[in-house]
């Protein structure tokens, strides 16, 4: 993040995505003006709002200004405002340290609930937010607090809304976690029914993914069984995902992303097994079938665990327990991956030296050290 502020700043100028302020809002209207016009820019990632920088692109330590808000104050102030939909801003707060100066980061989520807007006039002072008016942000100005994006924008976010400006493999991706959508024939098809070009089959006893590879599929107290979703638009396949179930366990999940983390051939980690990383990512289509599985398997009734891991039946009590991990985004996976390569010792050292390394496999083992590692850190 450190980096990103200094690029940003060292371009001396705003920008469609990201706001300078030399201190915090002393007017709550004003920061809830800033965050619905960020919210609503069109642009496709993350927006920021950098408190901490002068009109002169200088950094100002936020210590010393008269308010400072953290993530839980911003939180709540947005929870007590009437947006349209309960859709609220997705952000979280950062604080870093250069030159000496604490620089705080707004950063807002990119989500397709675009428009926000309120159902409720806000008023502070002679500050004034107006229910139903859609605030946007062009280059670097913000629609002026008495105006109205322009009717175009306001347009392309509900085209963005609605999934029309994807493509049909980004589609896909959005609406299968719109589980009460789809409609299963009870056998092997279904369709979305806002729009039955999109369709689902299911082909059982699929061998896309060959058996027994990996410790999991083979060599627990029961064999996985190969089977494919075959997502479709107008009839063509989109994609063919590979699934794996364990029938008796009632557990169904898409095949995991791997990465390799370390193998015996490799001098420098001498590891005595393939080290093999599990995962998925959730701007994948993968996890976006892995969350549509376990709501429909639970009849949409999910809870905390539902798209948690270690990954376990939901239906009864678990025997099988998977330690596949779950990133955000890439950039997540990345971290985790440099992270493991960095602490395989303390694996070679201590986690394969256990008393249950005769009956379970070393890859089993790395596994189940490698969620800890990451989820404990």
């Known amino acids: 993040m450190e980096s990103l502020v200094k690029q940003l700043v060292g371009k001396k100028k705003e920008g469609t995505w990201w706001d300078f302020k030399r201190e915090h809002h002393e007017n709550s209207v004003d920061l809830l003006h800033d965050i619905l016009c960020l919210s609503n820019t ?61 620089i705080d ?80 024939d009870g056998v092997s098809k279904a369709y979305y029914s806002t729009d039955p070009d999109y369709s689902i089959e299911i082909e059982k006893d699929n061998d896309s993914v060959d058996g027994g590879q990996y410790w999991w599929q083979s060599k627990l107290v029961e064999k996985a069984i ?23 366990e009632n557990l169904c999940f898409p095949f995991p992303h791997i990465e390799f983390i370390a193998y015996p051939d490799d001098e420098k980690t001498e590891v005595p097994c393939y080290c093999d990383l599990f995962y998925y990512t959730k701007d994948s289509i ?38 596949f991990l779950v990133f955000e985004n890439a950039q997540k996976l990345n971290e985790a991956v440099e992270k493991l390569r960095g602490d395989i010792g303390d694996f070679i050292t201590k986690g394969i030296q256990v008393d249950d390394c005769d009956r379970r496999s070393c890859e089993e083992l790395f596994s189940e050290w490698a969620h800890h590692k990451i989820t404990e850190s």
């Not at 709002?49 to 330590?61: A, H, K």
């Not at 280059?139 to 009717?151: G, L, S, V």
């Not at 190969?226 to 794996?244: C, E, H, M, S, T």
């Not at 639970?298 to 939901?314: A, N």
């Open 286 to 323: 993968e996890y976006s079938l892995f969350y549509h599985i376990r709501t429909l398997e639970v009849g949409g009734k999910t809870s905390d665990k539902s798209f948690k891991t270690p990954i376990e039946t939901q239906i009864k009590p678990p025997i099988i327990s998977l330690p």
């Open 226 to 248: 190969g089977a494919a979703y075959v997502l479709k638009y107008r009839g063509a396949d989109i994609y063919r995902l590979p699934v794996q179930r364990f029938y008796t």
């Open 105 to 184: 980061i707004i950063t807002i989520k990119n989500e397709r609930n675009k428009p926000y807007y309120l159902l409720r006039d806000e008023r502070k002072g002679r500050r004034h937010l107006r229910l139903g008016v859609v605030y946007s942000r062009v280059e670097d100005t913000n629609t002026p607090i008495d105006r109205c994006a322009n009717p175009k924008d306001v347009e392309l976010m509900w085209r963005e809304r609605f999934g029309l400006t994807l493509s049909a493999e980004e589609r896909f991706k959005h609406i299968l976690l719109e589980c009460d959508n789809w409609r299963y």
């Open 42 to 102: 069109i642009y496709p990632g993350d927006r920021y709002l950098i408190i901490g920088v002068s009109d002169t692109y200088d950094f100002v330590d936020v210590k010393n200004g008269k308010t400072r808000r953290t993530q839980a104050d911003i939180i709540d102030l947005l929870k007590t405002k009437s947006f349209s939909e309960d859709n609220i801003p997705t952000v979280s707060v950062e604080s870093i340290s250069i030159g000496g100066n604490e």
